[in-house]
């Protein structure tokens, strides 16, 4: 995962920081009689308080275009000495005219084409592109710019991230294990083919190895095959399922599950609902109806982290829907880009709690910031 982005986002990066390394204004020419008459009167200061200081001068030679400049640097034997001038006067003065770099927003924002276009072509949402420029922009347009520039854009890339990614500090296990009344009703949510039913099945094979007694509920009653699918992960679990037939009310087969896990003192519930296009409103109003009916303790919207930026739009007229907890992204493992998983979160406000990485019933793995932050950059 992250691999095409990782690469292609270290050459934008490399790129970037070059141009604006080139662009940026550098302020190198102060007059050398300037620095003499400072020189000068720093050395009687400090000579009348008794400190022991030394500067050395280097002549830097002048070219036809040139003005004559000279590099001070400052040495002391005394710590003391040195700290007081770097507090302010002399030497932090010399050292900032003849390090400061900086560039203009219009000149930023010229050189941010070829970074931006690395991020939307690796499914980065608008938003998300947005919000790493303005922080940028905050770090190095008309500010010094010291130091290696690309360590400075890392830097400052890092710190969007930190933000944009939100990771949940959500522990289903305790959540499930610390109501007091039974069931924990988990509603999931998705459009076609986001790997939901594969996903539900996953999870129900955590919750049993942690001691929980689940039943699965077919109340996809909409899409051929998929009670038959549901079922056969049912089979391979060992958990109960409840379905009805095909063209049912998928509320009534929703409440039947909650109904049956009160009866049978079970611990979760996990309701499998009809893929849907967000698009398709009489869809949306039929998942409002079981949202309505069962009033889950938790709404799980699952995506495919492949299609990028279709799951960033999908996530966000479902979370309007409904109002989603929290993002469970599929086929993590084959997703090179990454967009949607550094997106979804940011523009739903919603965090991911899990990633597929796998077609196992073991192969779901709690979202990590720090590695993904760490396999991107």
């Known amino acids: 995962m992250f691999g095409f982005l990782k690469n292609k986002l270290k050459e934008a990066v490399s790129k970037f920081s070059k141009k604006v390394e080139e662009e940026a204004k550098v302020d ?24 022991l200081g030394l500067f050395k001068k280097k002549k830097i030679t002048e070219t036809e275009q040139e003005k004559e400049t000279v590099e001070v640097k400052i040495e002391h034997k005394e710590p003391e000495v040195k700290e007081k001038l770097e507090e302010k006067g002399f030497f932090a003065k010399i050292t900032e005219k003849l390090t400061t770099k900086k560039i203009s927003e219009d000149k930023f924002n010229d050189l941010f084409n070829d970074l931006e276009v690395v991020l939307l072509e690796n499914n ?3 938003e ?26 890392r830097d400052s890339l890092r710190e969007s991230l930190e933000e944009i990614l939100k990771e949940s500090n959500f522990d289903l296990l305790k959540e499930i294990k610390d109501k007091s009344e039974k069931p924990y009703v988990i509603t999931f ?21 942690n001691n929980l007694k689940c039943v699965l509920v077919a109340a996809d009653t909409f899409r051929a095959a998929s009670i038959q699918q549901l079922e056969e992960h049912a089979d391979n679990l060992k958990v109960k399922l409840i379905k009805h037939d095909y063209g049912a ?36 109003e039929e998942m409002k109806k079981i949202i ?57 406000g919603k965090p991911v709690l899990y990633l597929g990485t796998g077609q196992g019933y073991d192969d779901l793995e709690k979202f990590d910031k720090e590695r993904i932050i760490k396999n991107i950059l």
């Open 292 to 348: 309505k009916v069962v009033k889950p303790d938790l709404k799980i919207f699952i995506g495919e982290s492949i299609t990028g930026n279709d799951c960033v739009e999908q996530v966000k007229e479902f979370n309007n829907a409904i109002n989603i907890d929290l993002i469970i992204l599929a086929k993590a493992d084959v997703d090179e880009k990454g967009g949607a998983a550094i997106s979804v979160s940011y523009v739903s």
């Open 124 to 126: 980065v949402a608008v």
């Open 249 to 284: 009310d998928p509320a009534a087969v929703a409440f039947d599950g909650v109904k049956y896990a009160k009866s049978h003192n079970l611990d979760v519930v996990l309701i499998d609902t009809a893929g849907r296009q967000h698009t398709n409103k009489n869809l949306m």
């Open 128 to 153: 998300v592109i947005d919000k790493i420029k303005e922080d940028l922009k905050v770090d190095l347009v008309d500010v010094p710019l010291k130091g290696k520039i690309e360590n400075l854009i």
């Open 189 to 209: 949510v998705g459009i076609n083919g986001s790997g939901k039913t594969t996903t539900i099945a996953k999870l129900a094979n955590l919750l049993t190895k």
């Open 28 to 51: 190198e020419t102060i007059e050398k009689e300037e620095i003499q008459q400072e020189i000068k009167e720093v050395e009687v200061k400090q000579d009348a308080k008794g400190f």
